[in-house]
């Protein structure tokens, strides 16, 4: 899930990437960092924490150079050490490079364990170690056929901001899986980001999606080189519009907060409920909450207050730790839902334990019914894709019947946006990735391969 940006042209190059990576805090909150290079040198500052604490004035003037590139890390369950953060920096036969990554490589393992039969030493269990291995171990003389040799070692899904002392190369994977756009400031200056807000942000233009296997490499002097390395097959994430995105940024075309109002709409259609009002889990089940309205015609109402001070509840790594959150994170207001019949709507459903705290909390307010409903499938696979979803067996949707859930939860009904209900939403212009709802391993390999536990 996590956030890259690459910016190259602007002596500003670092504070241009630093209020990307601060517009897409919502993409990763475990680390951030940021390497500059001035065509001599590259320069790195991570750190755990979010951009606002790893960063300062200080520090930013001591990234020099007029390209950056930057990540935001995406909390996982697993290890939680300084070592995991990006980008990755290395000195090797050609130079320096760093190098920042989002998404998941599904041949890890095997990548991996060959890498060490040849002598490689690994400092982090990162997908993106393979990746500065593979560079390094590369008999090629130019870093620009380097990269290519290493993408063909490498399967799965990948968004890469590579950086040289001079250039910066950027990659998609074949499938598109993860979003990665072009931007252009006034000046000049080339940006790339994970998503379109970080444009709005610092005053770019967006120009266009990078292209699923698409390579564009930017020199100074130059204009951007663009290289189709695979055929394309594209299967963005539905996740991204259900989930992971920003309401307002533009993810390959198509508005986010437009796609959920749509799913909404769709689950009304599909999963309707006799009630006086509708309410969203904020702050990602808004949009398709109303939604959900429109397409009932009842009262929309922001019935629960959100703590934005706290982090998002599912990825935390212990149950405790969890069900804490959810209580310090909302709180709803009674006035609002005393003596009614709510429907409350949400973006998606993975273990259970959020609705099951909520429920309860809607009811200790005073509504006499509450319907859960959620705008997305059923979740019965783990994603290999960057989706820190956990196994198979803590799924709820996988070992139990909505009817079931909704009894477990207390609550009076349970609905699901159904697969071909999201298609219809998203649109019949592409296949989406809908791993983590059919269980379509498109890449290869199983659902039984081994998931890597942390964000890469």
Known sequence: MCAIVGVYGDEDAVKIAYYALFSMQHRGQESTGISSADGKKIRLV???GLVTEVFNQDILKRLEGCCA???NRYSTAGDDSILDAQPVFARYKLGEISVAHNGNL??????????????????????????VHLIAKSQEDKLEARIKDMLKKIEGAYCLAIQSRSKMFVIRDRFGIRPLSLGRLKNGTWIVASETCAFDLVGAEFIRDVRPGEMITFEKGKEP???????????PCAFEYIYFARPDSIIDGKNVYDMRLKMGR??????????DLVLPVPDSGVAAARGFADGLGVPFEMGIVR???????????????RELKVKLKLSPIRRVIEGKRVAIVDDSLVRGTTSKQIVKMLKDAGATEVHMRIAAPEIKYPCRYGIDTP??????STK?????IAKNMGADSLGFLSIEGLKKSLGDDRRYSLVSFDGDYFAGGSANTPICSSCD
């Open 106 to 131: 599904v041949n890890k393992y095997e990548v991996r364990n060959r890498l060490i039969n040849r002598g490689a030493i690994f400092q982090t269990g990162m997908d993106t170690e393979n990746i």
């Open 307 to 321: 703590n934005h001070y706290v982090g998002r509840t599912f990825i935390e790594p212990t149950q405790e730790i």
């Open 400 to 404: 139990y019947s909505p009817s079931k």
């Open 225 to 235: 080189f663009s290289e189709q390395i695979f055929k394309p097959d594209y299967r």
């Open 69 to 71: 590139i930057g990540h």
């Open 391 to 396: 196994t198979k067996e803590e799924l709820i």
């Open 266 to 275: 769709q689950l009304a259609k599909e999963q309707p409920a006799d009630i």
């Open 46 to 48: 991570k750190d755990r």
